[in-house]
């Protein structure tokens, strides 16, 4: 690993952080917009285990798995608001989900 | 301790929910009790500061105040739940337990002393809102909101998440304590800045500040009235007590102030945005959403003047807020009807002549939102402001006068309706001693806080030196 420069992962990860904030603001499905978000926390992961490969210190290596826990946590109340959501209106095509007006 | 404490809590609460078919009144009175105790434990012990679970966690000091407050907001909300549950139908057993986690989480959040304490607390906290906002899952209100809560506040722990990560990769380490000890040396690397910006654009959509505000008025119509009156009040507190944590170098060792410029921006677009979009309102609760930017506006003043004494008029502000608040949801879910109805302005007409309590009750919470002496909102906003011009933002503290001036308007139109308009419908009003209670104990801290603001403030500045 030590082979390649820690900039090619950090730049790898960045772009996959913006990837997941553009699909969040560009995709109109609600299970697509969940997934660029565990993107996002994916490429923080990937962040975190760079560094914590590089300073030589594994307190980045423990809060990933923390991070991971609690994506899948996120991810069984996400999935279930979605299951209620789509039970009521039969869509979870977010510019549907409207009955809120300014 | 009263970390302890409330995870027994909670694992009880759960044997209490399965094991027999009357924990539905067991349930909320055992959560008042635990609420209750733990407030009351962390404030005597305010002045008792010590580090918990090897440096992970701070007991005392400023997080003991913040305990303080979430516990006792859960207490009054899980008050006035009681009745508001019965008359939607609604009563899930996971309702109380849900909000005790989420107050586990705040509590958490507030005295971690390592920035991976506040992500776990963080989420401990969104998971139980995400589920709390839909606990109505039949509605389709409910589900909206959830939905719409849920997909923001995920995005924002995204950027806490690649926040947390750009800080640690800079700093080598997530102890906030060697955080605080070395800013000024990390603060030279363009990557710690950059890491500590994505943290504070992720809480600032946790506090709802502008532009980040665009989830809160629809979650806050959307959601039951008792779990907005908990989110608008604990939930932004929690959020606001990891900006204080944050910034503490800025506040105690005198380090630049990086994010002046930022929280200065951000703070006066909501304190302007918050009220001149409440104006045209008239639903209750979304009015009460935009007011809701409008504070966290004129609370950020303190983060962006960044000195001991406007650190300590936000703490003030946001107990004092959470006071006010729950009182005015209290008020609100005690007159709704089933199925949201009764949560329109109009509603409020001739409100007098139905219940002249509830009437009396809702002009205090509105003049006390509006800031207008002797009530415990004018001091909120008199600390934060004095804090602001000390720290040469004159022009800040200008804006959030003349945005109070404005927001007078839409507070005061309510208690206009309350008893200078006839009535159009007619309905009882079904409330029961919960409800009453919470209202006449948020009432009373209120008009405390106003007549006696030394009292609070005392216990808040011993806690923040």
């Known amino acids: ?102 | 301790m009263p970390y302890i404490v409330i995870g027994v809590g909670i694992v009880l609460s759960v044997i209490i929910e399965i094991s027999t078919k009357k924990s539905k009144e067991i349930l909320p009175w055992f959560s008042v009790l635990l609420f209750m105790g733990t407030a009351i434990y962390s404030i005597v012990n305010v002045s008792q500061s010590f580090v918990l679970f090897s440096g992970m966690l701070e007991v005392g000091g400023k997080s003991a105040i913040f305990n303080a407050i979430f516990n006792f907001s859960a207490a009054l909300i899980v008050l006035s739940s009681i009745d508001y549950l019965k008359k939607y139908e609604a009563y899930y057993g996971e309702y109380y337990i849900l909000i005790q986690s989420s107050v586990l989480g705040m509590m958490v959040m507030a005295s971690a002393q390592d920035i991976f304490m506040v992500f776990m607390g963080l989420e401990l906290m969104s998971i139980c809102f995400y589920a709390l906002v839909g606990i109505n899952r039949k509605r389709l209100s409910a589900n909206e909101a959830s939905l719409k809560y849920f997909l923001l506040g995920a995005f924002a722990t995204g950027f806490i998440v690649y926040g947390i990560a750009l800080i640690y990769g800079s700093a080598g380490s997530t102890s906030i304590q060697n955080l605080v000890e070395n800013f000024v040396s990390y603060s030279s690397n363009i990557i710690f800045v950059l890491g500590l910006l994505i943290f504070f654009v992720g809480f600032s959509f946790k506090i709802a500040a502008v532009p980040f505000h665009m989830w809160v008025p629809d979650v806050y119509e959307g959601s039951a009235t008792t779990v907005t009156g908990f989110m608008s009040t604990a939930g932004k507190a929690a959020a606001f007590s990891v900006f204080i944590i944050m910034l503490s170098a800025v506040v105690s060792y005198n380090a630049p102030n990086f994010f002046k410029n930022y929280f200065a921006v951000i703070s006066a677009l909501s304190m302007v945005l918050g009220s001149v979009v409440a104006i045209s309102q008239d639903n209750l609760k979304r009015m009460l959403a935009y007011s809701s930017i409008s504070h966290a506006g004129y609370m950020v003043i303190g983060l962006a003047a960044g000195n001991l004494y406007s650190i300590a008029g936000i703490i003030f502000y946001l107990a004092v807020y959470s006071f006010i608040n729950i009182g005015a949801f209290s008020v609100i879910s005690a007159i709704e009807g089933k199925d949201e109805s009764r949560i329109d302005i109009k509603s409020y007409a001739g409100l007098h002549s139905k219940s002249p309590f509830l009437a009396a009750m809702i002009s205090l919470f509105m003049f006390a939102l509006a800031g207008i002496p002797p009530l415990a909102g004018f001091f909120g906003k008199y600390y934060v402001f004095f804090g602001a011009i000390q720290a040469d933002l004159t022009w800040l503290a200008i804006v959030g006068v003349l945005s109070s001036v404005i927001s007078v308007y839409f507070y005061i139109r309510v208690v206009v309706y309350a008893y200078f308009k006839n009535s159009e419908e007619n309905f009882t009003i079904q409330t029961s001693v919960g409800t009453y209670s919470a209202i006449i104990v948020s009432a009373a801290l209120v008009i405390i806080c106003g007549f006696f603001p030394d009292l609070l403030l005392g216990i808040i500045t011993t806690a923040v030196k």
């Open chain 1, 1 to 102: 690993m030590s082979n390649v420069p820690m900039e090619y992962y950090l730049i790898l990860s960045a772009f996959m952080f913006c990837v997941g904030v553009a699909g969040v603001l560009i995709r109109r499905n609600a299970i697509v917009v969940f997934m660029c978000i565990e993107l996002m926390l994916n490429s923080a992961n990937l962040t975190l285990v760079t560094f914590s490969s590089y300073l030589g210190n594994s307190i980045g290596q423990v809060f990933v798995f923390f991070v991971m826990t609690v994506a899948a946590a996120e991810a069984a109340v996400g999935l279930a608001i979605i299951i209620a959501m789509f039970r009521n209106k039969m869509t979870v095509n977010i510019d549907e989900i409207n009955i809120f007006k300014w």
